[in-house]
């Protein structure tokens, strides 16, 4: 994993094994905002261990990768040494270092072997799950004050190549609209559906609902931005709305399964939402709602901001109607924005197939990588895949991340994949 002598911790853990061969490791990582990609397997492993760590964000993990120079010293560290550099903001409770103990414990000392071994790369590998670092993240993530140090997800994956892009149009509010805020919404999930553009939201009662089946019914692509683990529903009776979001659209969620669910998750999603947009719409929400945060860092971010107009003797219009004293564009009617915006990037697909927008293959990319779906055949796990083309784990992992993303390929369980459509 290399030595890295200008960490001021690094001396005081144990000193981590050379590379094989001899070849030291770089002695200063790139900072992840400035870096796309991962030079080895190990460094993401040892990213995905720590990220799943109780207690670890993306402060602390700045904070320890800075000071021990690398993740795989920090593991290294004793719980006085990670005490005494988690200090200030950063510093770790009773409670939260006894966790972190107790994880670290049941790891064991060495959770990743050298070399790593089919059993461990299946073991600490996630499916669908997205780490800062990984090419296939949406940049506009890795410049957030506060990156999610992983996004797990669920659905259609094709869809992520357009939130790279920021090719989506959030639609926020409050969980107690009017009728004539629910109406507005809901049309404005239908027309942005309709000229191909995703809608982002987050299942959240009301305006994000409304927003929600609105696209549904115009057979769009929703993405919602959940603040639960995907596994949980938030209202419980959202639940057939969040499973059809996961079939047409995509789920998207910071928080690993099993994750406890807590009332801050709910805003800590709005600068997710903002971030995969392009522009976007606040309906209706009161002077105290999240859906105001999201207004804020839309126009702190330089984004299109439309604001519907809400009855001003409403408590529910007043922090909405506030943003057109400030200067955010008046919305009267849908099919205002998608004449200001313009037509989405799945409007010349839109309404192909069962699998819907995107699930033709992009022909470039089967041309690009003919051999890898060669040697994919029926299905091949990832091991027999580096046998096959004699390639590097990391590198053949990025490389069907990008198939699937695409539609091209579905990973299971195991480390295992198989081609979406077998007759490719």
């Known amino acids: ?29 790139q900072a992840w905002r400035e870096r796309r990609g991962w030079a080895t397997e190990q460094e993401r492993l040892w990213t995905l261990i720590w990220a799943e760590c109780p207690g670890i964000g993306w402060r602390r993990l700045q904070r320890l ?9 920090a593991w290294q560290a004793d719980d006085s040494q990670l005490s005494h550099a988690l200090t200030g903001s950063t510093a770790l409770q009773a409670a939260e270092l006894e966790r972190l103990t107790a ?11 050298d070399p790593i071994t089919p059993g461990g790369r299946r073991r600490l590998q996630r499916q669908r799950c997205l780490l800062l670092g990984d090419a296939s993240l949406p940049e506009s993530l890795d410049r957030l004050e506060r990156p999610p140090l992983q996004l797990f997800w669920q659905g259609q994956g094709q869809l992520w190549p357009h939130l790279r892009e920021g090719q989506a149009v959030a639609v926020v509010g409050t969980r107690r ?5 629910e109406t507005m919404a809901r049309a404005v999930g239908a ?3 309709e000229a191909g553009w995703p809608v982002v939201s987050g299942l959240a009662e009301g305006i994000d609902a409304a927003a929600h089946r609105g696209c549904l019914e115009a057979q769009g692509r929703p993405v919602g931005v959940l603040g639960t683990p995907l596994e949980r529903v938030y ?11 996961g079939r047409q659209g995509l789920l998207v969620s910071e928080w690993a399964p099993g994750t406890p669910v807590r009332a801050g998750h709910f805003a800590q999603r709005n600068r997710l939402q903002v971030a995969l947009a392009q522009a976007v719409v606040l309906v209706e929400c009161p002077q105290r709602s999240g859906a105001l945060q999201s207004a804020q860092l839309a126009w702190d971010a330089g984004l299109p901001l439309w604001v519907v107009p809400g009855d001003a003797s409403r408590v529910s219009s007043g922090g909405s109607n506030r943003w057109l004293a400030q200067g955010a564009s008046v919305l009267l009617d849908p099919a205002q924005l998608i004449d200001s915006i313009g037509p989405g ?9 069962t699998h819907g927008a995107g699930s033709q293959p992009a022909t470039g990319l089967v041309q690009r990588e003919a051999a890898l779906l060669a040697a994919l055949g029926a299905g091949a796990c990832l091991d027999h895949l580096c046998e096959r083309l004699r390639q590097p784990p990391a590198q053949l992992s990025e490389r069907l991340l990008r198939l699937e993303l695409a539609g091209l390929v579905r990973g299971e369980p195991g480390l295992w994949w198989r081609p979406s459509n077998p007759g490719l």
């Open 191 to 193: 027309a942005l559906a």
């Open 1 to 29: 994993m290399g030595e890295l002598l200008q960490a001021p911790f690094a001396a005081a853990a144990v000193r981590p094994r050379a590379r094989r061969g001899g070849a030291p490791a770089s002695r200063q990582p």
């Open 177 to 181: 609209p009017s009728r004539h805020g």
């Open 345 to 353: 990037p799945l409007a010349k697909r839109h309404g192909m197939g």
């Open 65 to 73: 990768k800075h000071l021990f120079g690398s993740l795989a010293v």
């Open 235 to 245: 209202p419980r009776h959202h639940t057939a709305l969040q499973a059809e979001v």
């Open 103 to 113: 994880y670290r414990q049941r790891l064991g000392p060495e959770p990743i072997g």
